[in-house]
């Protein structure tokens, strides 16, 4: 249940989002997204933070926020994260194994390009890849491509989970149908 906090205002077939600009009005965002869960250990993600518009963000600063829960900031690129100490230890990453990895800061929680598709993603994709989740987001993919109009689509991301046949089992049960003519 992936939380949009960008710098741009988005239109969906479910609801729009309104641009984040600014450190603070980024920050706010984030606690206003952490205070609406009720389990103190589910994990929350946010999407879309992009440094020219938000600013600088560190794990102590999403340690600040919450102790207890899972924080993950995700950039705008998705190429990027940055964790909080509860995120790094739902996600069983330690120090030990990021040393000596250029792309990892482990003190600020930022892992970048190979830090985060070596690391955090192979621990993390187990997590977020299961029947209900992915039902969901192929639903609403097929919804987003159908507001737009478009009849052919190639989703980049098809078998970054590490996954391939995984990933093509969740497209067909999910969009092989009468629903879904692209």
């Given at each position: 249940n992936t939380k949009f906090a960008t710098p741009f205002d988005w239109t969906f077939p479910w609801g729009n989002v309104k641009a984040i600009r600014g450190h603070e009005a980024f920050i706010a965002k984030v606690k206003e997204y952490e205070s609406s869960l009720k389990d103190p250990k589910e994990p929350l993600v946010v999407w879309g933070f992009m440094e020219p518009f938000h600013g600088d963000i560190s794990r102590q600063e999403l340690d600040a926020i919450s102790t207890t829960r899972p924080i993950m900031i995700w950039q705008y690129s998705a190429?990027?994260?940055?964790?909080?100490?509860?995120?790094?230890?739902?996600?069983?990453?330690?120090?030990?194994?990021?040393?000596?990895?250029?792309?990892?800061?482990?003190?600020?929680?930022?892992?970048?390009?190979?830090?985060?598709?070596?690391?955090?993603?192979?621990?993390?994709?187990?997590?977020?890849?299961?029947?209900?989740?992915?039902?969901?987001?192929?639903?609403?993919?097929?919804?987003?491509?159908?507001?737009?109009?478009?009849?052919?689509?190639?989703?980049?991301?098809?078998?970054?989970?590490?996954?391939?046949?995984?990933?093509?089992?969740?497209?067909?049960?999910?969009?092989?149908?009468?629903?879904?003519?692209?």
């Open positions: 190429h990027v994260m940055w964790l909080n100490t509860a995120g790094l230890k739902y996600l069983n990453i330690t120090e030990e194994e990021t040393k000596g990895n250029s792309q990892i800061d482990y003190t600020v929680g930022k892992f970048v390009e190979a830090g985060f598709f070596n690391v955090v993603v192979p621990k993390w994709a187990p997590t977020i890849r299961n029947d209900e989740v992915m039902k969901t987001n192929m639903l609403k993919l097929r919804d987003l491509v159908h507001m737009g109009g478009l009849t052919t689509i190639g989703d980049m991301g098809t078998g970054s989970s590490g996954e391939l046949w995984g990933d093509f089992k969740y497209m067909k049960d999910n969009l092989e149908n009468d629903k879904t003519p692209f």
